[in-house]
């Protein structure tokens, strides 16, 4: 079993909807979740951090991290071309320690014009 | 500063040569990681340094692979007699330990050295 497991796509929505990327981890000792997004060819980027149950938000981004489930998901509002890339879930803490984090493969997302 | 920066970006070596990294990481930053990424894969840690220390090395890092931070400042990556399968994107990434209110786990990624063995 992956350690953190993602669907890579891709996913594909029209300009101005919302996208819903999902992601699960193995370790339910995990602490930190983050959501990176990459253009292809370049280094990752971080969009968001959470590290407690529920929602948060930064704006276009929701992050939402559910640890009963082992589940953490990224929505983007009103996505724009320019959202095209793909996005990496990564998983801190547990028994990875925070010294590093584990990464997906990535979800890769296409938003039309 | 503006960021993590790597170097080269890009190199292509034959099969058996010796190629080296250098990673320069955010200066107030200490913590100092080494990731491979290749193509449809998300990045695979290999190593991190805190300070001049290099705390934890990944099981995917043969004796090949060699990483040094002598003072805790840039990173070098070394790796020996490559071999096609070393070709990768080799990502450097840096953090900031808060003393005060532990690590958050967050990392700052550099541009990466694309390599290609022959």
């Known amino acids: 079993q992956k350690e953190v497991e993602q669907n890579s796509g891709p996913l594909s929505v029209p300009e101005g909807a919302i996208a819903s990327l999902n992601c699960t981890y193995s370790?339910?000792?995990?602490?930190?979740f983050f959501w990176y997004r990459q253009y292809s060819g370049k280094s990752p980027e971080l969009i968001m951090f959470?590290?407690?149950?529920g929602d948060k938000e930064d704006g276009r981004f929701t992050a939402q991290l559910n640890k009963a489930s082992q589940y953490v998901s990224l929505l983007i509002r009103d996505s724009q071309p320019s959202d095209s890339a793909t996005y990496l879930c990564a998983v801190g803490g547990g028994n990875t320690g925070f010294q590093k984090l584990v990464f997906g493969t990535g979800t890769r997302l296409l938003v039309s014009p | 500063d503006t960021g993590v920066s790597q170097d080269p970006r890009h190199k292509i070596t034959k099969r058996g040569q010796n190629v080296t990294f250098r990673c320069d990481p955010i200066s107030e930053h200490n913590r100092l990681y080494w990731y491979r990424q290749t193509l449809g894969q998300g990045p695979e840690f290999l190593t991190y340094?805190?300070?001049?220390?290099?705390?934890?090395k990944s099981r995917l890092l043969s004796d090949r692979f060699s990483a040094e931070r002598p003072k805790g400042s840039f990173s070098t990556l070394e790796i020996q007699r490559t071999e096609q399968g070393d070709s990768a994107m080799y990502l450097c990434?840096?953090?900031?330990?808060?003393?005060?209110?532990?690590?958050?786990?967050?990392?700052?990624f550099g541009e990466g050295s694309r390599l290609t063995v022959l």
């Open positions: 990434a840096s953090s900031l330990i808060r003393l005060a209110g532990g690590d958050t786990g967050e990392l700052f």
């Open positions: 340094f805190q300070n001049e220390a290099q705390l934890e």
């Open positions: 959470i590290y407690s149950n």
């Open positions: 370790d339910r000792g995990s602490q930190s």
